[in-house]
């Protein structure tokens, strides 16, 4: 499995991938499941992937194709599409034929096929926007009322998000969030591994403005993931239930 | 959906269940999932229930029957098993045989019947032991490194019980654990919803030493809850994540 996170605050987007995959339990390997499209100062596009790595790769390479192809256009290359809307559109549609496509092989074999994308990005004179992309091409939108979103091992992690993640956050909370997020899905499903990818995106400035790969036994990711399990442990004897 | 936790600690036991269940998110009903059986001071057996309601109130429904019966015998009552895994061995092949006939029928209309149980007990003599059945009706034990059991909606609660409970945790602190789970999921997952069932038995005691139903608005879980989202809060605005 895979867990994958964006956080979308007034002062930009964070991003964070695991990068585990898995056919069977004895057959474990390192993907990068993060994906940057940028052309500093215009556009930026993120796409996070959890599902099917065979779908996800052929969806990534057909479409980074479509971008680099010489007679590349508005409506093949989403580095081109006038719109982050048109941009998802294309994006959508891809996962959309793929799926569909692998499906119907792995029909066959009664097997399944299935990949779900988030996608964040600005481009210049546009706002910052994140969307989930469904297997069927379809999405939805981050909002005021609920800037975050997840796929893959998502429900270890959303209790902290729900608890802490307001748009007003600032964006050096929202990295905290989201790294604790997936700190607590670590924890709990295996499935799940380092290393990570994490990229931040400040408004406004059209580029991927910091990216850090997080390897397996980082001091800075160890001491965050202590300090957490140590104050959840503090708070949890500190609190009391009257009744008891 | 449901949630069910139970925690099995040196001083004893703690068992909490919701009572949502829902056809559908338009129907949405409360029914009690934890049924106690008791001779105290000889044996106590609680039950918690997770899945198709047909199929869990059938089961509850032919095992009392079958306590009740004048012919009961070890081998048909689970009140009268000689042990306490030969009572499960009863629950696990009920639960094994209802969910085979239920399944049937519904296989017709493609839909699934299937249903987990949390069993834990003891009697005067032995120890105290707690079980998860299955929905084929085989089982496996909380045991001294892994001291809980959940079903239904188990994911977003986890985290908390991963981090805080050991076998030597004190049974007042077990009882805050798994209300804190059950906070946690009520939170982000609205199929799981109040009020509550808490039961707690003592060790040695062979019965339920303490039950207890937490309404909707219960003063103190209400504290509880509030608390426990300010520690979280006031933890997170405290640590902090050296590179950021």
Redesign the interface.
């Known amino acids: 499995m895979t867990y994958c996170v964006g956080l979308m605050v007034d002062e930009g987007m964070v991003l964070l991938s695991d990068t585990r995959t898995n056919a069977g339990l004895d057959n474990i390997a390192t993907y990068q499941k993060m994906f940057t499209f940028e052309e500093p100062g215009e556009r930026v596009i993120v796409i996070l992937t959890a599902g099917s790595l065979s779908t996800t790769q052929t969806v990534i390479a057909k479409l980074s194709e479509a971008i680099e192809h010489p007679d590349a256009t508005p409506e093949t290359s989403f580095m081109l599409a006038p719109t982050l809307l048109a941009a998802v559109d294309i994006i959508g549609n891809m996962l959309s034929d793929v799926t569909l496509e692998i499906s119907e092989k792995m029909n066959r074999m009664n097997q399944a096929a299935s990949a779900s994308f988030i996608v964040a990005g600005q481009r210049a004179g546009g706002e910052a926007r994140m969307f989930l992309v469904y297997p069927e091409g379809n999405y939805i939108e981050a909002t005021h009322d609920t800037p975050y979103l997840q796929i893959g091992?998502h429900?270890?992690g959303?209790?902290?998000l729900?608890?802490?993640i307001r748009k007003s956050t600032s964006l050096?909370?929202a990295?905290?969030?989201a790294?604790?997020s997936m700190d607590?899905t670590l924890?709990?499903?295996l499935s799940v591994g380092m290393p990570l990818d994490l990229a931040m995106i400040r408004d406004g400035e059209y580029q991927v403005s910091q990216y850090?790969r997080i390897e397996a036994g980082d001091p800075?990711f160890s001491?965050?993931s202590d300090?957490?399990?140590k104050?959840?442990?503090?708070?949890?004897a500190?609190?009391?239930?009257?009744?008891?």
């Open positions: 091992e429900k270890y959303k209790p902290i729900d608890r802490v050096k909370d990295r905290k969030a790294l604790l607590s924890r709990s499903n850090q800075e001491a965050l300090s957490w399990s104050a959840l442990r503090d708070s949890f500190a609190i009391h239930w009257a009744a008891s």
